[in-house]
């Protein structure tokens, strides 16, 4: 079987796809005791922790802009984020499970443009059906720039989120959840279904063993269901877009505790056009 050609289908007929035991359970454990290590507060109103870089104060926020997400990015820390928190969450960020997946996608040219964890306890619940790009996003009336306005429009696609799972999250236990194929609509998310979500039929919860890792893109309609498990949620989101886009003025900056691989570091660069001012993270230099 190839399974690029696999992740490659049901990455565009879903809008995400999942590649379980991309780490071990040693894996696993050992950045969970980072975490711990950490003694984070219990999560409040926002299950975020760790996020780079902050982002409220360039932020030009909605009058309709959720009060617990601004929130939760005046509280984050500055700088690298939870890449300061050892070598393992550095290693993550070209994981070998994920760059093919991502290359699919983003080309040769891509950078992490934000990232952040989520910590979540029994009975959370967070924020709504989302899509940050296509029919649903709340900008989608906008006018696409000039390079973008291709049929196959690159910011559709041009942001991809990578979450780590570190426990056992999904289907019964709440987590993840999204509608599959909405990245492709063409129309609005109704109402109904977002008044709905937790009890929709039309929302899935993926499972995601711990140890798993789930790509899924920036325009597919997505949210948080409730956390019904009674351990712990822990996931760790990297968000990648393609080299020429932001997502905000400010950058994830270089851990100082860790030395980045050339790639990584290539990663975390300002963003530049393919290949002209930004290189690629596939040539022999890079890795
Ligand atoms: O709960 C999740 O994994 C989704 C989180 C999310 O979509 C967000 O933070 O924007
Ligand atoms: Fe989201």
Redesign the pocket.
Known sequence: MNELELQQYLFDLQGYVVIENALSQAEVADINRLIDAQNLPPPGESP?FGSAPTIASSMIMPDNFPESRMKADRDAPVGAGFLEWGQAFCDLLDHPAIMPVLRLRLGDCFRLDRLYG?LMRQGMG??EL?ADYGASAPQSNMQPGEYYAFRSNQIYEGFI?V?WALTDAGAEHG??CCIPGSHKSHYRLPRHIADTFEDSPHVAIPKLPAGSVILFSESLT???ALWRASHERR?L?YKYCVSSLAWTSKRVEPPVSSELTPRQKILLREPGDPLRHFPSLFAEAAV
Do not use: I, K, S
Request: no cysteine; hydrophobic share 45%.
């Open positions: 975020r989520m967070y924020g989302h989120v979450a987590g993840f997505h949210g948080t996931v989101l």
